[in-house]
C-alpha cells in the first residue's frame, strides 16, 4: 500500500482522506473493482488524494487488498 498511499491524514470522522501516487487513476482503478470512494483530486489542496470511508471489515480488507494489488 505505501506505493500507492503517500499520506494518510488524520481524522476524526467515519472517513479518512488518503494522499495518492495518482488520484485519478487510484479512484477509477477502484471503481472497476466496485468499491465506491470519492475522488477529491479536483479540489484545491486535495490534489491526488481519495477520501475513503470506513466500512464494514470485509470491505475495509476488499479495500486494502485492492490496494495491495494495484
Given at each position: 500500500?505505501?506505493?500507492?498511499?503517500?499520506?494518510?491524514?488524520?481524522?476524526?470522522?467515519?472517513?479518512?482522506?488518503?494522499?495518492?501516487?495518482?488520484?485519478?487513476?487510484?479512484?477509477?482503478?477502484?471503481?472497476?473493482?466496485?468499491?465506491?470512494?470519492?475522488?477529491?483530486?479536483?479540489?484545491?489542496?486535495?490534489?491526488?488524494?481519495?477520501?475513503?470511508?470506513?466500512?464494514?471489515?470485509?470491505?475495509?480488507?476488499k479495500l486494502i487488498e485492492?490496494?495491495?494489488?494495484?
Amino acid at each position: 500500500i505505501t506505493k500507492v498511499v503517500t499520506k494518510v491524514y488524520p481524522s476524526d470522522a467515519n472517513f479518512i482522506l488518503v494522499k495518492t501516487i495518482d488520484g485519478n487513476k487510484i479512484y477509477n482503478y477502484l471503481i472497476d473493482k466496485k468499491i465506491i470512494t470519492r475522488n477529491r483530486s479536483n479540489v484545491t489542496l486535495c490534489e491526488g488524494c481519495v477520501r475513503i470511508s470506513v466500512g464494514t471489515a470485509e470491505e475495509n480488507r476488499k479495500l486494502i487488498e485492492a490496494l495491495k494489488e494495484y
